[in-house]
């Protein structure tokens, strides 16, 4: 059984998209909050620090790097108690956000991460794309799914950074990248210095809680969007995402 509305992603795997733009952009460090098993990680080749209150790390992760530093602790005590540029001696030219799934958790880490990194960094967040509407519930219920086939996929009800991200900080330049499983933002023109979503952060909270996405309006969400592909971007479309500060 399947519901009545399901958008598929055909590009590269988010993992490969992550570690391929750090190199476009000749990353001299990296941020990763949502470690796990080290999948996108390991790919990565510049200094880095990756971020994660229980790794089940399996692979090797340091591969090329001169330096990694993991730090098993929640993101919001990472960024309480430390500075990540100090940490690798290096500007933070990338940040990927893949933590807990619910839209409050991943709206905390990219205000924290756009103050640690600068002007012409790039701040990725993933699942914000969801092929449909149930997995987007707040807490996982693989065995409640009506759809079957995608019972494993949990994306949580971070869709609603790009709506809360469009009407609160136009400034930025938001692009969606159609990658597999469940998409990828790739966020520029960032600007360490805001304060708007840190001042107005319960107001969104009451405004974006509430919301649950159905078959509806997870139609409405893609009706309209642009979705870019990943070699677009990579080939120099989102110029802007390879500027150095």
């Not at 570690?19 to 001299?28: C, E, H, I, S, T």
């Not at 090797?60 to 993991?70: D, E, Q, R, Y």
Request: with cysteine; proline share 5%; glycine share 8%.
């Amino acid at each position: 059984m399947t519901t009545a509305f399901t958008h598929w992603h055909s590009g590269p795997p988010y993992f490969d998209f992550v570690a391929r733009m750090a190199r476009a952009k000749n990353a001299r460090g990296y941020l990763e909050v949502g470690v796990r098993d080290g999948t996108t990680l390991s790919r990565i080749d510049c200094p880095s620090i990756g971020v994660d209150p229980f790794f089940q790390i399996t692979g090797n992760v340091i591969g090329k790097k001169t330096n990694l530093h993991l730090y098993q602790m929640t993101s919001d005590d990472f960024f309480r108690d430390y500075e990540p540029s100090r940490i690798i001696n290096a500007p933070i030219d990338v940040i990927f956000l893949d933590g807990l799934h619910q839209f409050e958790y991943l709206l905390r880490d990219f205000i924290n991460s756009e103050k640690v990194t600068h002007r012409h960094g790039l701040i990725m967040l993933d699942d914000c794309l969801p092929a449909n509407a149930e997995m987007t519930e707040r807490t996982h219920n693989q065995e409640g799914r009506a759809n079957t086939d995608l019972a494993g996929w949990w994306t949580g009800d971070v869709w609603k950074l790009l709506p809360i991200l469009e009407k609160y900080r136009p400034d930025l330049r938001v692009t969606a990248v159609d990658v597999r499983p469940t998409g990828s933002i790739c966020i520029t023109n960032l600007d360490p210095s805001s304060t708007v979503l840190e001042r107005n952060y319960y107001a969104i909270l009451d405004e974006y809680r509430g919301i649950t996405m159905d078959d509806a309006l997870c139609a409405r969400f893609y009706d309209g969007r642009t979705i870019v592909g990943a070699d677009t971007i990579l080939n120099g479309f989102e110029a802007s995402l390879f500027v150095g500060p």
